[in-house]
Each structure stands twice: as structure tokens, then as C-alpha cells.
């Protein structure tokens, strides 16, 4: 039953990641946050196959929760209409998929090197206070700079959406 829900919510999470990039329905940027809502849905469900609760709790509360309301936040706030949206720029559309095909490449690649099943299996030890205590000892720097980052971000829509009052 496992490896049947794997494969359901493996195949969710790419048709709903696909769908957030090459929407067919809408060309609305609301419609393709709501897929990546559901693509991050799926993908906690495949922490919950891996018994990582917690990460499939965080996972579902701060991505589809709170960063999904403030991208939200961002498109509203740009006001984007049908007129103004770029048009897919067919060396742009190559270049992607030609970076997908190289990245694709090096996974294959890696994976006939390194078939699964060979290696270290990592061990789990511990659960939130052990992660809280790695996090706030070991990984304090890259902590602080994803929290400037995002306050710089939230800045920058801040300055973006003001209208000018001329």
C-alpha cells in the first residue's frame, strides 16, 4: 500500500509542479499559485510516507500557509493585467529546456553510476529539539541570511508596488 501512495503522490506532485510553470486553464498567476499549493500538499504527503511528520507538518504550515499568502500578497499587490504579461520567448522556452535536459542528464548519469539502494542509508535521530538545536548551533549563519533575505524581499515589494503620487 506504501509504494501505491508513493506513486500517486509522486505523480501529483509533478503534474501539479508542471501545471504551476505550463498552465493550460488560466494565465492567471493566482491559478498557479494554487497548483504549487497543491504540489506542496502532495509533497508532504510523501514526508508523511517517510514517517517525517514534522517536516510534512512545517512543510504544509509554512509553505502552503504563510509563503504561499505572501506570494499571493506580491501578485495583488502587483496588479498584473492580461495586456502586460509577457509573452514565452521561444529562446527563453529552448534555454529552459535545454537546462532541464542537462540537469535531467547528470541524474541519470549519477543514478547508473550509483544505483539506489547502495551507500550510507542516513540515520534520523531525534526529532524537534535535536533539529531546533542543530539549527540555532551549526546552521545559525544560513538561518539569519534566508530571514534578511526575506525581509529584503518583503522591502523590495513594498518599493515596487508604490504608486507614484505625482
Known amino acids: 500500500m506504501t509504494s501505491v501512495l508513493f506513486y500517486i503522490l509522486a505523480f501529483l506532485t509533478l503534474?501539479?509542479?508542471?501545471?504551476?510553470i505550463a498552465n493550460p486553464f488560466s494565465r492567471s498567476p493566482v491559478t498557479s499559485a494554487m497548483?504549487?499549493?497543491?504540489?506542496i500538499i502532495s509533497l508532504a504527503?510523501?514526508?508523511?510516507?517517510?514517517?517525517?511528520?514534522?517536516?510534512?507538518?512545517?512543510?504544509?504550515?509554512?509553505?502552503?500557509?504563510?509563503?504561499?499568502?505572501?506570494?499571493?500578497?506580491?501578485?495583488?499587490?502587483?496588479?498584473l493585467r492580461v495586456e502586460e504579461r509577457r509573452r514565452i520567448k521561444i529562446l527563453a522556452a529552448v534555454g529552459g529546456l535545454a537546462s532541464a535536459g542537462i540537469i535531467l542528464g547528470i541524474f541519470l548519469h549519477h543514478l547508473?553510476?550509483?544505483?539506489?539502494?547502495?551507500?550510507?542509508t542516513p540515520s534520523v535521530a531525534g526529532g524537534t529539539?535535536?533539529?531546533g538545536r542543530i539549527l540555532f548551533t551549526q546552521y545559525v549563519l544560513p538561518f539569519e541570511i534566508v530571514s534578511v533575505?526575506?525581509?529584503v524581499a518583503m522591502v523590495g515589494v513594498v518599493l515596487l508596488s508604490k504608486r507614484d503620487l505625482k
Not at 497548483?35 to 504540489?39: E, K, N, T
Not at 504527503?45 to 500578497?73: D, T
Open 45 to 79: 504527503g510523501l514526508f508523511v510516507l517517510l514517517h517525517a511528520y514534522f517536516l510534512a507538518a512545517v512543510q504544509v504550515l509554512v509553505y502552503a500557509g504563510a509563503v504561499m499568502v505572501l506570494f499571493l500578497f506580491v501578485i495583488m499587490l502587483l496588479d
Open 35 to 39: 497548483f504549487l499549493v497543491l504540489a
Open 129 to 131: 529539539y535535536a533539529l
Open 149 to 151: 533575505l526575506l525581509l
Open 112 to 120: 547508473l553510476v550509483a544505483p539506489l539502494g547502495e551507500g550510507e
Open 15 to 20: 503534474v501539479f509542479g508542471f501545471l504551476v
